[in-house]
């Protein structure tokens, strides 16, 4: 059993892969293997990995078909891990060769805390780079925190979410895999299952630069955050996250949700009738979901902006379903 197991998915992605690749040869500490999971590539990745497999036996690659997002891949590994911690890496990212001697130090320091936050580097290349590093500047021992504080930091993304976690604690509830973020739930939830989390000086790069990445490309499958972000809603009223906060993830929530409706009116001719349908009971769950718990709040001026946008919303779909009996006759 490798001390750290590190599960990388791919598609399509030979313009970085070698670059990543060399990351993981150049590790200082050895004790770790690496499984990439492929998506159906058709650049020649593949062949690219299975001729670094067949050079390193503890590089392992697994292929599926395409489906388009890495919670699949998720799913699909997370059966065959037996790491005793596991670093997730997307196939541009890049890690220091330090990169797991140091974390291993720390979790033998600290007796094995449940996850490892390492120093992010928000590569921008060539126009600077951003660098999220320790809580609130505080490295090591002295940044140890509780998995309930990780949890509420890591909503807004103050906490990045490319740990090293226990192999323990990801597999301690069940994976959601329902949207093409459902990853970056998990990551919050997996906080909750944490008692102990503890921040890094290991320099984790990630690619933020990628024109090809799925973040940067709107696709059918973008609707589906809205499920995200209604589970993360309802995790933060199940664990006592206070309403003020609650309602300003809500108003953020609230921000996508119209971001998406104007997308999808003017997208809906290249959508199937049932896409059209299934993003029509994606907008009315989250309306409610949201709606439901924050249009009573306090008078401020985030409660102006909900109850605005409950408005308009309202106005929305009443001038849509107009327009469409409209267009029938």
Not at 120 to 127: A, C, D, G, H, T
Not at 181 to 199: A, I, P
Not at 250 to 262: D, H, K, N, T, V
Request: proline content about 4%; overall charge positive.
């Amino acid at each position: 059993m490798p001390f750290f197991e590190i599960f990388i998915p791919v598609y399509n992605g030979i313009e970085y892969l070698n670059e990543t690749v060399n990351s993981l040869l150049s590790q200082t500490f050895r004790d770790f293997t690496v499984i990439f999971v492929d998506d159906g590539s058709t650049d020649g990745s593949v062949e690219f990995l299975e001729s670094v497999c067949k050079e390193n036996f503890h590089f392992r690659l697994l292929q599926k078909k395409h489906e388009g997002s890495v919670p699949f891949s998720w799913k699909l590994i997370i059966p065959k891990l037996v790491g005793k911690y596991i670093q997730y890496m997307s196939q541009d990212d890049v890690i220091e060769p330090e990169y797991l001697q140091k974390n291993y130090k720390l979790i033998v320091q600290i007796q094995e805390p449940d996850a490892i936050v390492p120093t992010v580097e928000f590569w921008e290349k060539p126009s600077g780079n951003r660098i999220d590093r320790g809580w609130h500047g505080l490295i090591g021992v002295d940044s140890l925190i509780a998995g309930r504080e990780a949890y509420e930091a890591a909503l807004d993304y103050s906490i990045p979410g490319f740990c090293c976690w226990k192999l323990a604690i990801i597999k301690s509830i069940p994976f959601i895999c329902e949207a093409f973020n459902s990853d970056e739930l998990m990551q919050r939830l997996w906080f909750l299952q944490c008692k102990t989390v503890v921040f890094s000086d290991a320099i984790f790069r990630y690619r933020n630069h990628n024109p090809n990445a799925i973040t940067k490309k709107f696709t059918y499958r973008h609707y589906s955050s809205l499920l995200t972000n209604m589970r993360l809603f309802e995790s933060m009223k199940n664990n006592g996250i206070p309403k003020e906060r609650i309602g300003f993830f809500g108003s953020r929530y609230y921000q996508g949700l119209f971001a998406l409706m104007r997308v999808f009116l003017s997208e809906k001719n290249s959508y199937s009738f049932d896409q059209k349908q299934q993003c029509q009971l994606l907008f009315k769950q989250a309306f409610q979901k949201f709606r439901l718990y924050t249009c009573f709040c306090d008078r401020n001026i985030k409660g102006i902006i909900y109850r605005t946008s409950a408005i308009s919303y309202s106005m929305l779909c009443f001038i849509t379903g107009v327009l469409q009996r409209f267009s029938k006759n």
